[in-house]
């Protein structure tokens, strides 16, 4: 394969795609992510592209609907031209941003027109990402009417203190109430946690966690904070205002999490991300039977990207992945509807990979998974005495399951999890 991109090359204005690298043959499954920049308030540690206001002309919450479906008949068009289509998608998953700044007829408009220009596989996992404080019981059921499968709440945390520094509007009570409404309205539920915010005690995440494990979603993802440059927490902890992030307060409150989530019947599919686990699957697990990721409440869309199958951004700022190719669109809303309204792609600029780049993504995304890498499939496991070596290391160090590396894959242990971009580099070799 000859990349024929040079890095962040200019995208073709009709956003064609290099039959030779979109990898035709793989037989690989598509995404949708639909990107929704809108939110009521910018949280302080927040770098997603996302505005509160001022949207711009041709940009706002009435007429976004219409420049996504015109990026989806595009896109149809592309995957077609590519020999790629028509392709119905596995998973279609609406993130933001604050996907609920939409109207709930808004979000059914965007996800028929995406079922009628490029198609939705039956039985396709459709999640909606929301705040607590976005939803409605009618809105919720009008959104599983439409045929929305799943919704991920962003919770946080459970006290008013840390929700207070992290900038949420919701009360913490709000949330069971959202769950109960998910649930009547017959959707999976996901909520979102984030440890680590300045002053947040490992007496709050416990408090967090129990809180969120009570209301028994099906799904939580528990996220370290990262502390961004360029957000208003990066700027007040370069000021010394706030304390940066500690990686022992992480690490401690990170075995918290998979302490007190195991105890639930949580199990980790993928380093921050957890599924709730029925007697049957925790029996196949125990027996070594059933591969994490098989979890009938991991999320498929995640898994897609850890897979490193094919995906379709939609919206502004969104990254595209088909094959060898990598694009992604104009950052700004009102760009991006304007460059639609004249037929043009929204792509800003992308690139192909070559294959060792490939290779090393797939290793760094896959260790990531509970069903972890193939050994085989690494320079270290399938180079000769010093890649045994290292092979070995890792397992002396306890950083990969013993009994899983002599059955020919590498799969972190919970210090493993703590470590897994040092893993990554050992069985590359680097
Ligand atoms: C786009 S947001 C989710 C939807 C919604 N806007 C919300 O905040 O509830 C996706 C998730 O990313 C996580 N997140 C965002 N910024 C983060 C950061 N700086 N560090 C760690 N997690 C972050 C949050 O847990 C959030 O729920
Ligand atoms: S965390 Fe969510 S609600 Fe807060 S600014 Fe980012 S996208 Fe918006």
């Known amino acids: 394969m000859s990349p024929a991109l040079p890095d962040g090359a200019p995208w073709p204005a009709d956003g064609a ?23 009521r308030v910018r949280c302080g540690y927040c770098d997603f592209n996302t505005y509160t206001a001022q949207f711009g002309a041709g940009a706002d919450l009435d007429t976004y609907a219409g420049s996504v479906l015109a990026e989806a008949a595009l896109a149809a068009r592309v995957l077609d031209d590519a020999g790629i289509g028509p392709r119905p998608a596995s998973t279609v998953f609406f993130g933001g941003g604050t996907p609920t700044m939409l109207a709930p007829d808004e979000l059914a408009r965007a996800l028929d027109g995406l079922r009628e220009r490029i198609g939705i596989a039956p039985g396709a996992e459709v999640t909606l990402e929301a705040n607590p404080d976005t939803v409605s019981a009618h809105g919720l059921a009008g959104l599983a009417d439409a045929g929305f499968t799943r919704v991920s709440f962003g919770m946080q945390s459970a006290v008013p203190r840390v929700l207070a520094a992290l900038d949420r509007t919701h009360a913490p009570e709000r949330v069971p109430e959202a769950v109960a409404w998910a649930r009547e309205a017959g959707l999976d539920v996901s909520v979102d946690l984030i440890y680590g915010c300045p002053g947040e005690t490992l007496d709050d995440w416990r408090a967090s966690l129990l809180a969120a494990t009570r209301m028994r979603p099906d799904h939580i993802s528990a996220y370290a904070l990262v502390v961004e440059e360029g957000t208003r927490m990066g700027a007040q902890v370069a000021r010394g205002e706030l304390p940066a992030p500690d990686p022992d307060d992480e690490a401690t409150k990170y075995e918290e999490a998979d302490a007190v989530l195991s105890a639930a019947g949580y199990r980790w599919y993928e380093i921050s ?30 898994l897609a990207y850890w897979r490193d199958w094919d995906w379709w951004g939609l919206g502004p700022g969104a990254h595209s992945h088909i094959g060898a190719l990598r694009w992604w669109n104009v950052k700004h809303p009102a760009a991006y509807a304007s460059r639609l309204a004249r ?53 002396a160090d306890g950083l990969i399951n013993a009994a899983r590396a002599r059955a020919g894959r590498a799969v972190l242990t919970l210090r493993g999890r703590l470590l897994a971009d040092h893993v990554t580099r050992e069985l590359m070799g680097y």
Do not use: Q
């Open 17 to 39: 795609l290099d039959p030779r690298l979109v990898e035709k043959d793989a037989g690989r499954p598509l995404s949708l992510y639909v990107h929704v920049p809108f939110c």
């Open 343 to 395: 037929e043009l792609s929204p792509a800003h600029s992308g690139e192909a990979l070559d294959a060792p780049t490939r290779d090393l993504e797939r290793v760094m995304l896959a260790v990531r998974t509970g069903e972890g890498v193939a050994l085989a499939d690494t320079p270290a496991g399938s180079g000769g005495a010093p890649g045994r070596e290292r092979v070995a290391g890792l397992v």
């Open 273 to 302: 991300n957890f599924a709730l686990v029925g007697p049957d699957e925790a029996g196949a697990l125990d027996r070594g039977g059933l591969a994490p990721t098989a979890l009938a409440r991991a999320s498929r869309h995640n």
